[in-house]
Nanobody, 125 residues
């Protein structure tokens, strides 16, 4: 059974950094695409960053240059390092996994069959 469990969210001030984690268990596919999505109240969920099993990465335009996605194999964990946070980054951040290479624009939610519960990030001005 695949489980994705996020942690590390919290409240920070604008300009600060935060790293959130997604513990991965039961996921043993060689080809995969793992991503972070976020959703703020009243807004559509958006893709933030994605990482393919071949090591390629993609970040969304609103976070490019500030956010970095990376993965550890032991323990099996997906990370999102967020720098220079702004109040507009406040959202529920959720990790997701697809048992296939990243496809489409990499942030097509329907492709991701496994989702975590999310971790809240709040940035104050």
């Amino acid at each position: 059974q695949v489980q994705l469990v996020e942690s590390g969210g919290g409240s920070v001030e604008a300009g600060q950094s935060l790293r959130i984690s997604c513990g991965i268990s039961g996921f043993s596919y060689m080809n995969y695409c793992m991503a972070w999505f976020r959703q703020a109240p009243g807004k559509k969920r958006e893709g933030v960053a994605a990482l393919g099993s071949d090591g390629t990465v993609r970040t969304g335009p609103s976070v490019s240059g500030r956010f970095t996605i990376y993965k550890s194999n032991s323990p099996n964990t997906l990370f999102l390092k967020m720098n220079d946070l702004t109040p507009e980054d406040s959202a529920m951040y959720t990790c997701a996994a697809d048992a296939a290479h990243c496809r489409g624009d990499w942030f097509v939610e329907a492709y991701f069959g496994f989702w975590g519960q999310g971790t809240q990030v709040t940035v104050s001005s």
